[in-house]
Nanobody, 125 residues
Framework: QVQLVESGGGLVQPGGSLTLSCAASGRIFTISAMGWYRQSPGKQRELVARTTEIGSTNYADSVKGRFTISRDKAGNTVYLQMNSLKPEDTAVYYC???????????????????WGQGTQVTVSS
């Protein structure tokens, strides 16, 4: 009953910008944390940025000062503003949500964690 839907990936030149969005669909009550991970061919999935419901954030060292993570007021959509993009930022970017409380017709349920389907970001001239 809860899904993460990502958008905003694409092709951009080095030095350019992109904004990724991830919306949690369903009758959401709260989401403890939302974040972005990325995976490039032959590498493990790595954390890019993460934000909690109390507003704390953390970033991978490689993106500090260039990327900004934020959530909307409802807390169900997370954004990743990516500036000064580099070829090494090329990867599939995955949205992640943890600690999801949501409603069904009968009760409130808990989902420990969900992943989005991934969106490709390619930085190339």
């Amino acid at each position: 009953q809860v899904q993460l839907v990502e958008s905003g990936g694409g092709l951009v030149q080095p030095g350019g910008s992109l904004t990724l969005s991830c919306a949690a669909s369903g009758r959401i009550f709260t989401i403890s944390a939302m974040g972005w991970y990325r995976q490039s061919p032959g590498k493990q999935r790595e954390l890019v940025a993460r934000t909690t419901e109390i507003g704390s954030t953390n970033y991978a060292d490689s993106v500090k000062g260039r990327f900004t993570i934020s959530r909307d007021k409802a807390g169900n959509t997370v954004y990743l503003q990516m500036n000064s993009l580099k070829p090494e930022d090329t990867a599939v970017y995955y949205c992640n949500a943890n600690g999801i409380h949501y409603y069904t017709d009968a009760e409130m349920r808990f989902e420990p964690g969900l992943w989005g389907q991934g969106t490709q970001v390619t930085v190339s001239s």
